[in-house]
């Protein structure tokens, strides 16, 4: 049976969306998850919200428990991960607004724990494959569900997670353009690798917000910048992830 979770959730917790709602705790040997996890019934698709930095934004991206999250989300028997995420964008065609079904990443986080295999038993190596991280059924579900709404998306995109909390410096930002990265956000890599390791299909939907600081006619990005897109753009999230459940 379909069960899909979803990280991120900023909106999702409005009764009217989430049916049959209920509260559900998860111990897991990593520690404790970022929130407890909203459970319900989504265009009749069982589902389960989880709030990757806590309900309140109090977790900073470094700090975030990804394989508390990931190792909890299959404990319940979810058989698929969408993830909602902020992005910068590093390609002027990618507006304020716009969002990227992510197909790849470039993972320049420093701190972050990544991986489920702190040791191997003997000749039981585990080099989990990851040249395509995002699940093509999934991608193919959002990018439809996207044309059926009218909401500009772009149908690949690549996102270079950074360790955070900082925004880039100008070097770095041009940098990653020059590497082929399209959007930068703190969050997607390590949730990709980890439900990758569990075999858990994830994909996620990126909303740029801000062009970072590589381009020299606008300030550099602020978190307010990215706070007002959003909140502006929120419902077209609800609406793409609402209608994309259905299809799963």
């Known amino acids: 049976m379909t069960k899909i979770a979803i990280i991120g959730g900023s909106g999702l917790e409005n009764p009217a969306i989430l049916k049959n709602a209920t509260e ?11 929130s407890d996890f909203k459970c319900g019934e989504i265009n009749g698709k069982e589902v389960v919200i989880l709030s990757r930095h806590g309900r309140k ?3 900073p991206p470094t700090q975030i428990n990804n394989r508390a999250n990931i190792w ?18 590093l390609r002027q065609e990618i507006g304020r607004g716009d969002f990227v079904a992510l197909d790849q990443f470039i993972d320049f986080t420093r701190h972050r724990a990544i991986t489920f295999f702190e040791s191997f038993e003997p000749h039981h190596m585990k080099h989990t494959p ?3 991280p995002f699940d093509e059924y999934l991608r193919s579900k959002i990018i439809e569900t996207a044309g059926e709404l ?6 690949k995109g690549t996102v270079v997670t950074i360790e955070g909390p900082r925004f880039s410096t100008r070097a770095e930002s041009n940098m990653f353009r020059l590497w082929g990265a399209d959007v930068i956000n703190m969050s997607t890599a390590p949730e990709a690798i980890l439900a990758n390791e569990l075999g858990i299909p994830y994909a996620a939907i990126a909303m740029s917000t801000d062009y970072d600081c590589w381009k020299t006619d606008e300030a550099p ?11 502006e753009n929120v419902s077209h999230v609800i609406d793409l ?3 994309t459940i259905g299809k799963i």
């Open 241 to 243: 992830l609402i209608h």
């Open 130 to 132: 990851m040249a395509d």
């Open 150 to 155: 009218g909401i500009k998306l772009f149908q």
């Open 24 to 34: 559900l705790s998860i111990e897991t040997p990593y520690g404790a998850t970022t």
């Open 221 to 231: 990005v602020t978190w307010g910048d990215v706070l007002k897109v959003f909140n």
């Open 57 to 59: 934004h109090t977790i």
């Open 72 to 89: 909890a989300i299959r404990e319940i028997g979810c058989t698929h991960i969408v993830a909602t995420t902020a992005c910068g964008s």
